[in-house]
């Protein structure tokens, strides 16, 4: 098809879908228009019922708890997927070396970004943590803690370099940091089952508004989420990075 | 308020329009994480900080990370053809 027909199909197919769009937009509802009362129920029911203040971790972990479940094993699935895919089809044996490109000046990192990264991988491990632990309490959560996490270890790629940074990273501790995340998880939905309730039902003490012990089964499956999150995202990274390095010495 | 989200809009508007227009795989990614920067501050102004915190390291240091990873892998397979 030439430019020119492409150009007048265009023109023409536009003209037909303008007055849809336009209509379409002009019936939207007014900006931060909220018609739904679930939103409002979860507000006034979450501290009194689960002494929480963070009410989306209310709905993540608790409410809807058994939907953050299958989500949690979808990263999983694709986090094992990416790494049976790359660790089978590349073997073990691989060197820190980074793989060789032409026309690629192979400068070192600048003392500024080894700087920054030292600097920052720190503070920003030791926020990620925070997040995690009060997810129930101020905004964040497992999640987003655990994103924090693989962050700040980023970081320390950036300061440290990557034969330093594998070491940190390695593969066998974050295939068992991530199972033992999901584990948390599903062991924690079972145990109330033990005693009669039903699965995630939360039959823990509350514990006090406002600490980072309230919200009964919410910290300890939120714990979980934050090991895997963090665990998975660095497999990821760790799985292909790899695929960037020389094969080892023996000539393969 | 009304300002700042309008404000953060017209910018949003401004990246994303640069992730269209830029041709270059490498640049278009770290035009991708300015935009995710920019997307995070206005999920923090829309009162969402727990979607921010996932967008700010998502958008801005995961996603550039992975695609710089692929583009450079692919850069050195051909070298050995």
């Known amino acids: 098809m030439s430019r020119h027909i492409r150009s007048v199909a265009f023109v023409v197919m536009a003209l ?16 931060g228009n909220y018609p739904g009362p679930y939103g409002d129920i979860i507000n006034a029911i979450g501290t009194p019922v689960r002494h929480i203040t963070n009410m989306v971790t209310g709905v993540n972990y608790d409410f809807r708890g058994l939907d953050t479940l299958g989500e949690e094993f979808i990263l999983f699935a694709s986090v094992t997927g990416i790494v049976m895919l790359l660790r089978g089809a590349r073997g073990e044996a691989k060197s820190a070396d980074a793989l060789r490109i032409e026309h690629r000046r192979r400068e070192g990192r600048s003392e500024a970004v080894m700087g920054a990264g030292r600097l920052l991988a720190p503070i920003t491990l030791l926020y990620g943590i925070y997040v995690v632990l009060h997810a129930q309490i101020t905004p964040g959560g497992g999640f987003q803690g655990g994103v924090i996490v693989f962050g700040a270890v980023l970081l320390a790629y950036l300061g440290e ?58 910290p300890i499956i939120n714990f979980g989420v934050g090991l895997a999150v963090a665990a998975g995202f660095l497999s990821i990274a760790l799985e292909l990075l790899e695929e960037t390095r020389a094969t080892g010495g023996d000539g393969s | 308020m009304t300002l700042v989200i309008a404000g953060l809009l017209a910018i949003l508007s401004i990246t994303g329009l640069g992730v269209v227009l830029t041709r270059d795989p490498r640049r278009q990614t770290l035009a991708m994480a300015a935009n995710g920067l920019v997307l ?30 692929a583009l450079s892998s692919l850069r050195a397979d051909r070298e050995h053809k």
């Open chain 2, 40 to 69: 995070s501050a206005l999920f923090l102004a829309l009162q969402a900080p727990d979607v921010a915190f996932s967008e700010i390291v998502i958008g801005s240091a995961a996603l550039p990370l992975f695609f710089f990873v």
């Open chain 1, 161 to 218: 370099g990557y034969s330093v940074w594998r070491h940190v990273a390695h593969s066998t501790v974050l295939d068992l940091t991530e199972a033992l995340g999901a584990g948390i998880y599903v062991i924690g939905g079972l145990i109330p089952m033990f005693f009669g309730a039903r699965y995630l039902q939360n039959i823990l003490p509350l514990g006090e508004t406002k600490t980072i012990t309230s919200g009964g089964l919410i």
């Open chain 1, 16 to 31: 037909i879908l303008v007055p849809f769009i336009v209509a379409g937009l002009s019936g939207l509802p007014a900006f």
